[in-house]
């Protein structure tokens, strides 16, 4: 296990716990360098105080929540606003269906149990989940993660539903010039494995790639070159929607786990 990725550079996208992550990839004898592909996730408390009000003003015939941080953040603001008691009263009054265990988690702390769960960490999976719904002419409160969620909101929306959105937090882009030196570092091979840690740090490169003229080169050198490691599957979809077909992913969403599997996967092709 130490020496798995030995002689292994691995740039790491997400800038939360980088040390903690450096510290891991070293420990298995690679080399580490920290290349934010996504800035500092800020908590937007207007949003979050106007989609809180209304969720509690016009209780939804469902709930459907994405990530454990998000309800966090929303029982936070509801104890600011002093609404912690009715916010509580309208969750435990409607169905609610989760994504992913961190949501469940934090839904247990509170008493309360979703009546729908994903089948596999996924938004997709969360889709399946709700497939047998009859949502026409109902009303779904969504709390999003850090970004949009517009193929979930479609499908709720075609399924005959109106859909309120409350998103609790952002992420920002990444300090000018990180995204060009990953970039190169990629598709020139300068790296072995890029490891993402949340789908928009992925977006944000494919984006950035793209207004360069330089997608197709990143996407191939994902596949050729480069090895894309995911934590779990909501990051997998951003990159299997841009093309990325090869992607290392640990079978539990944890970023130990994410470089095992990668230890693993290079020990197996070496």
Same mark, same amino acid.
């Given at each position: ?14 800038? &939360? ?9 070293? =420990? ?9 592909? /996504? ?8 949003? $979050? &105080?106007?989609? $809180? #009000?209304?969720?509690? =003003? /016009? ?20 104890? +600011?606003?002093? %609404? ?6 309208? %969750? ?11 949501? @469940? =988690?934090?839904? +247990?702390?509170?008493? $309360? ?24 002419? +109902?009303?779904?409160?969504? /709390? ?5 969620? !517009? ?16 998103? !609790?937090? &952002?992420?920002?882009?990444?300090? !000018?010039?990180? $995204? ?13 494995? @890029? ?9 944000? %490169? ?12 990143? #996407?191939?050198?994902?596949?050729? +070159? ?20 090869? #992607? ?11 470089? @095992?599997?990668?230890?693993?996967? #290079?020990?197996?092709?070496?």
């Amino acid at each position: 296990m130490a020496e798995q990725l030995k002689g292994i550079t691995v740039a790491l996208a997400g800038p &939360r716990k980088a040390e903690e992550m450096a510290k891991l990839v070293e =420990n298995m004898g690679g080399t580490a360098l920290h290349r934010p592909a /996504q800035g500092t996730t800020f908590l937007d408390d207007a949003a $979050l &105080r106007d989609g $809180l #009000i209304a969720w509690t =003003n /016009q209780p939804p015939d469902l709930a459907v929540l994405t990530t454990g941080m998000g309800l966090d953040a929303l029982f936070e603001m509801a104890s +600011k606003l002093e %609404l912690e008691g009715r916010f509580l009263e309208v %969750l435990s009054a409607s169905p609610i269906a989760a994504r992913g265990y961190k949501t @469940v =988690n934090a839904l +247990k702390k509170r008493g $309360l149990e979703p009546v729908v769960r994903d089948d596999d960490g996924s938004s997709a999976g969360l889709i399946r989940g709700l497939q047998d719904w009859d949502l026409q002419g +109902k009303r779904v409160m969504l /709390q999003l993660h850090g970004e949009t969620a !517009p193929h979930l909101v479609g499908w709720l929306e075609q399924a005959g539903a109106t859909v309120g959105c409350v998103q !609790p937090y &952002r992420y920002t882009e990444p300090e !000018p010039g990180a $995204l060009s030196l990953l970039l190169t570092e990629i598709t020139e091979g300068q790296v072995d494995a @890029v490891a993402f840690t949340s789908a928009p740090q992925f977006r944000f %490169l494919a984006q950035h790639a793209r207004e360069q003229g330089r997608l197709e080169a990143l #996407i191939q050198a994902l596949e050729d +070159k480069v090895l894309a490691v995911s934590v779990g599957r909501l990051t997998s979809e951003a990159l299997k929607e841009e093309g990325v077909k090869r #992607i290392v992913m640990p079978e539990h969403e944890r970023m130990g786990s994410m470089f @095992v599997a990668l230890g693993r996967y #290079i020990a197996a092709h070496r």
